[in-house]
């Protein structure tokens, strides 16, 4: 097989759970396409090893499709690359409030922001996964301006959380299930809108009663699979961001729709406030994501107020208002 250039793909937090998972399907290929070589970069501190046990393992791989393996602090890892995967957050610790949470990830967010600004690419495609992934977005995207419009923040875990539970539910393989999407923030108030599914192309309507049940399971599963393993959800997340990749680098399939959290633009469809980062339906065409405008029923505003209401508080405590 006679493979194209290397694609170039920055990571961060890549000696965390999540990154074990991610790296090693990013490697073996089919992410970007089965003659589409890879390049991983590890975004580390001065000073630091500790994604090295990660490195050797990849090595010791021996994927065709991973044609190089380099290290970098973020000046040097962020230049001259296509792709930059954002795994790494602060995590929430004992005692700790939201607030305090989001403020010291602005901070963060705020130093990768100024370093991609000024030494990224312009075309650089970035995706935010670190919690709280959509507000982490919107601060980067405040610092690093000239790539805000390839900024997103990932919703496809929770997209796949809710394709999961309607295949359960109509006793069918995922692939056949199409038109659900995820609105809002990515955390326990974020909105499955079940007004649309198809199954095999045809509508199916679930009644609101179970829609209420399986919205909680979904908003819940996170800490639902920590209960159950002791560990947060890292192989669901890993698998999450991947599958964005692969819509936003190879194209979303005809007829396919999946949940992104993009940047609103003034007097879009969804009538989200300005600059936020919402979940939101959309296609990818030519490495360029466009919303599609579904229909959305009543039952759901109150939902969604509440989604659209978190996002707002948190872009507050986030820039300390």
């Not at 989001?102 to 600004?117: C, M």
């Not at 890292?234 to 936003?248: E, R, T, V």
């Not at 194209?251 to 600059?275: D, L, M």
């Amino acid at each position: 097989m006679v493979f194209k250039a290397p694609i170039r793909v920055a990571v961060t937090g890549c000696s965390g759970h999540i990154a074990y998972s991610f790296l090693a399907e990013l490697a073996k290929g089919w992410v970007f396409g089965e003659d589409q070589p890879v390049i991983i970069v590890f975004v580390e501190r001065e000073g630091s090893n500790s994604s090295t046990g990660i490195q050797m393992e990849l090595e010791d791989c021996a994927f065709q499709r991973l044609h190089g393996i380099e290290v970098g602090n973020q000046q040097e890892a962020f230049s001259n690359v296509d792709y930059i995967v954002m795994l790494g957050a602060l995590a929430r610790g004992p005692g700790m409030e939201r607030s305090d949470l989001l403020y010291k990830n602005a901070k963060i967010f705020e130093e990768a922001g100024k370093n991609i600004q000024l030494f990224s690419r312009p075309d650089t495609k970035i995706l935010v996964v670190g919690n709280p992934a959509n507000t982490n977005a919107l601060i980067l995207a405040k610092f690093a301006p000239k790539v805000a419009k390839n900024i997103v923040a990932m919703s496809q875990l929770d997209h796949n959380r809710a394709i999961g539970q309607i295949s359960k539910k109509c006793n069918v393989t995922p692939g056949r299930v199409q038109n659900v999407f995820v609105f809002g923030n990515h955390s326990t108030t974020m909105v499955p809108i079940f007004s649309n599914v198809t199954v095999d192309g045809k509508k199916v309507v679930f009644d609101q009663d179970w829609i209420s049940n399986i919205t909680a399971i979904i908003q819940k599963r996170g800490a639902s699979i920590i209960q159950a393993r002791g560990a947060s959800s890292a192989l669901s997340a890993a698998h999450g961001a991947l599958d964005c990749i692969k819509s936003w680098h190879q194209g979303t399939r005809q007829g396919e729709i999946v949940s992104v959290s993009i940047q609103a633009q003034a007097g879009n469809f969804y009538s989200i406030p300005e600059s936020l980062f919402c979940s939101v339906p959309c296609i990818c065409v030519d490495g360029r994501w466009e919303i599609q405008k579904l229909s959305i029923e009543p039952f759901y505003n109150k939902s969604i107020s509440l989604t659209i209401q978190e996002l707002e508080n948190e872009k507050k405590m986030a820039f300390g208002n």
